[in-house]
């Protein structure tokens, strides 16, 4: 398992090579130079590879980032595994991936806005791994954090449970819940600094916050970019450090 230091220096490590894969340069503020994070839409996604796990914030139609939704359909990469709530509407949304055949693998919870993909998973054009919510934001977390795995007693008895680890704790039976981590994350903010520190706008942060702490690479789309100081430090919800790419929203 990969400590939280670990973790850390990887995603730093991480940052600076893919900046320096896109010819990013520095930029010279007073005594210290630093890599500008902010990219268009199309040189963002240039991370994303057939095969990755991406990560997509959003609850229904709410803090998810679509601007980066719509490009990522538009990307040449196949056999993807999308990690988030649920997959948009058809082809609206996240549904346009599906549409677009770029899905291989869905981890989820809920998928009812999205008859389509019933139908693809009936036909094993994709796989589908249900978690419920709450261990699905608890696996993200936990892999934001270094934590490999973690007992619940939810879905427990249910068909969840086939094949997966029991373990009983005071008499009570519990599941083992992986971390669920990935590739890239697509976040949504309602502002940022040009640094990457992010503040949501209520119920918009939803997954955003613990999906940006668990993905090698975190771009985040946003509505207002501001300059480095400019952010009340109270409001700062995501730190600087886990973002590795701001795009603006148009």
Request: hydrophobic share 40%.
């Amino acid at each position: 398992m990969k400590t939280f230091s670990s973790y850390m220096r990887r995603r730093r490590a991480g940052h600076g090579r893919y900046l320096r894969e896109r010819g990013v340069g520095f930029k010279v503020e007073t005594a210290t130079s630093r890599i500008s994070k902010i990219l268009g839409v199309h040189e963002a996604l240039g991370s994303v590879r057939t095969g990755h796990r991406v990560m997509v914030s959003g609850f229904g139609n709410a803090g998810d980032p679509k601007m980066l939704i719509g490009a990522l359909a538009e990307v040449d990469a196949f056999g993807l595994t999308i990690i988030s709530n649920d997959l948009g509407s058809p082809n609206i949304g996240l549904g346009m991936l599906l549409s677009t055949g770029k899905v291989s693998s869905l981890v989820g919870n809920y998928y009812n806005w999205n008859p389509e993909v019933a139908d693809a998973y009936n036909s094993g054009k994709i796989t589908v791994e249900l978690i419920p919510q709450g261990s699905f934001a608890e696996g993200i977390r936990a892999a934001g954090a270094g934590i490999a795995a973690f007992y619940t007693p939810t879905g427990v008895g249910t068909d969840l449970a086939k094949g997966r680890e029991i373990r009983n704790f005071d008499g009570r039976d519990y599941l083992l819940q992986e971390a669920i981590g990935a590739d890239v994350a697509l976040i949504y903010a309602d502002k940022a600094d040009e640094l990457g520190n992010l503040v949501y706008r209520k119920t918009t942060r939803n997954f955003n916050h613990v999906m940006a702490t668990a993905a090698d690479i975190v771009i985040a789309e946003v509505g207002e970019i501001v300059p480095a100081g400019s952010l009340d430090p109270e409001q700062i919800v995501t730190p600087h450090i886990f973002v590795d790419v701001l795009v603006r929203s148009e």
